[in-house]
T-cell receptor, first 113, second 112 residues
Framework: DVKVTQSSRYLVKRTGEKVFLECVQD?????MFWYRQDPGLGLRLIYF???????EKGDIPEGYSVSREKKERFSLILESASTNQTSMYLC????????????FGQGTRLTVV | GEDVEQSLFLSVREGDSSVINCTYT??????LYWYKQEPGAGLQLLTY?????DMKQDQRLTVLLNKKDKHLSLRIADTQTGDSAIYFC????????????FGSGTRLSIRP
């Protein structure tokens, strides 16, 4: 079974802290994605990566950065957390172009206080 | 631009059919998807349809695609309490990473 694992289910951080959200997939997938999920807004794409060290901005990249040093790992970084970044964060991966399915992690619920 | 829209809520009686609708804007979409999210869980692929198809049936699920109107629907026959979830419509945008764009999700609730 494909597995996408996010390092934490729940996180509570203080305003201004640097926050790392980690995601690991075990199926040698080319593409990895970070979304945030908010009620009534669905999933909004923050950043995605189609290869090691490659990244592209999604729809809402402001306040976030990403790192993909190894193919299996895609990290989302909040340089200085703010309360409006309180959300559910979902990582996903797909095997390549023309992919028929995105595999999701279980999500990280981040609260910034 | 890329946009996927769906209504936020749907309530149906147990045993009836549920129809969840979705519209999308990008005519270059290759695949269109329906994902299901149960409480406290991530998203799981329910079904998908290739953009050159009109219909796909899989047990209780029927997907209809009207490419001219950019309209996608998911019909769940004989809706059960276990079908209570949020259903997300999504489209795959051809690009280097086959970016997937999601709608806002439709919360399906089942009444007895």
């Amino acid at each position: 079974d494909v597995k996408v694992t996010q390092s934490s289910r729940y996180l509570v951080k203080r305003t201004g802290e640097k926050v790392f959200l980690e995601c690991v997939q075990d199926m040698d997938h080319e593409n990895m994605f970070w979304y945030r999920q908010d009620p009534g807004l669905g999933l909004r794409l923050i950043y995605f990566s189609y290869d090691v060290k490659m990244k592209e901005k999604g729809d809402i990249p402001e306040g976030y950065s990403v790192s993909r040093e190894k193919k299996e790992r895609f990290s989302l970084i909040l340089e200085s957390a703010s309360t409006n970044q309180t959300s559910m964060y979902l990582c996903a991966s797909t095997p390549g172009q023309g992919a028929t399915e995105a595999f999701f992690g279980q999500g990280t619920r981040l609260t910034v206080v | 631009g890329e946009d996927v829209e769906q209504s936020l809520f749907l309530s149906v009686r147990e045993g009836d059919s549920s129809v969840i609708n979705c519209t999308y804007t990008d005519s270059s979409s290759t695949y269109l998807y329906w994902y299901k999210q149960e409480p406290g869980a991530g998203l799981q692929l329910l079904t998908y349809i290739f953009s050159n198809m009109d219909m796909k049936q899989d047990q209780r699920l029927t997907v209809l695609l009207n490419k001219k109107d950019k309209h996608l629907s998911l019909r769940i026959a004989d809706t059960q309490t276990g079908d209570s979830a949020i259903y997300f419509c999504a489209e795959s945008i051809p690009s280097s990473a086959s970016k997937i764009i999601f709608g806002s999700g439709t919360r399906l609730s089942i009444r007895p």
